[in-house]
DNA sequence: ATTAAAAGAGCGAACGTTCATTCTCTTTTA
DNA sequence: TAAAAGAGAATGAACGTTCGCTCTTTTAAT
């Protein structure tokens, strides 16, 4: 009983987020009304307050669902098949899979974070949680010989991010913007940057020391 | 007499467009109330709509007019030192130099592109014209013999620009970023880019960070 | 087992405020 | 003196939020 209840609450919860995100995708946050979100999410006014407090908790929850989401994503990566392959499997996956509705409602969540402490919260430590994951994963290459372990790992990571953001970015304001495309030259760089990029190391990783990048 | 007059006008526009910016700084598009925006330019609401009809063209003449003044300032760049010097001032000037407050300002003009066609057609003519110069750049620098003339330059030019946007994006997310850190990362990845030959899509390496069958 | 009461879920009209815009009037300028 | 520049109160719509109410489910005493 307390149980189930508990799990209505959460479902209820979950419903009205998924609702405000349609509107938020469709009309921005501010475009968008709790008038609108309440017709989609079904529910009158009076009710839904009984679930979020206020508008902005509405798009502080879409945030926070959506950073725990990523960072499970990060969690369950399987790290046994080298570096490249992970990252390249990793910028496949979070710049050009994506849906596109993600994509714009990110734009919505980090133009409101300059504005509501709590949102600028939760971007901040997703951030944090990013860089974390990142910086292990390289730490962990190095160990095992991938690349050097001599490098800025601060600087590749703040670049590795950077881009990400910038793809995002584009993906946002233009519609036919390919991030397909950009992906070859992504993984060129970053392996520019780790230096130690073999173009094929899915099987058997060369361990060469190789400045020049191989041109085919 | 006609002529002071425009230009009287044009100069009444022009300080109400740093009031607006100033006050769309502060407090963000819809932060900022009419009131505020006549308040800081020292103007009556009737007033100040002699000049601008909405709060939109506001926001639509400051991305335009910023738009003006970057297109000027490539116009007015020195090519004669060789390519990688003219990329590095660009660079070091646009994602360095530039004050937070345009910084902040462009995260609202581009929040708010999603939802106004009119500052949606003034940013999408901005990347026309950025292309447009970087691309001449890089020709003029092919010809010269700086560079060579078989790569990529649309991909190569698309992936400094969402540099760019990431670097600018952080910037904004981030009052601690220290863009001037990124940026020798930035011209190795450049000059990377611009040496090594155009990095053609390798063969399809595994992919390892498929999370699509997360059902439970 | 029945039932009264309490708690929870839901509704939707109403509230109070805010805000972009307009209207009328006055002042300045040419 | 006609036109341009400016003022500022007024307007009306829209919005986030609340309040009082009904209906349903759970609890607990008979």
Redesign the pocket.
């Known amino acids: 009983?307390r149980r189930?209840?508990a799990q209505?609450?959460s479902d209820?919860r979950a419903e009205i987020l998924a609702a405000a995100q349609r509107c938020f995708v469709r009309a921005g946050f501010?475009g968008?009304?709790?008038?609108d979100i309440c017709a989609e999410a079904?529910?009158?006014?009076?009710?839904l307050?009984?679930y979020f407090?206020?508008?902005?908790a509405l798009i502080a929850g879409i945030a926070e669902r959506d950073r725990a989401e990523i960072a499970q994503q990060f969690a369950r990566a399987d790290l046994s098949h080298g570096l490249f392959p992970v990252l390249e499997g990793m910028a496949h996956h979070f710049l050009a899979e994506r849906p596109r509705e993600q994509v714009l409602l990110c734009t919505e969540v980090m133009a409101e974070a300059r504005h509501h402490p709590d949102i600028a919260r939760i971007s901040a430590s997703f951030d944090v949680d990013v860089r974390k994951w990142l910086g292990d994963l390289l730490r962990a290459a190095a160990e095992r010989g991938d690349i050097p372990g001599d490098i800025d790992f601060d600087g590749v990571i703040t670049m590795l991010m950077v881009i990400a953001d910038g793809v995002w970015w584009r993906r946002a304001l233009d519609p036919d913007f390919n991030a397909e495309a950009v992906l070859p030259i992504f993984m060129d760089i970053t392996r520019h940057m780790l230096r130690g990029g073999s173009p094929k190391p899915a099987d058997k990783p060369k361990r060469v020391f190789d400045i020049k990048e191989s041109v085919r």
């Open positions: 009983m189930a209840s209505l609450q209820r501010h968008a009304s709790m008038q079904g529910m009158s006014p009076g009710n307050y009984r407090p206020s508008k902005e």
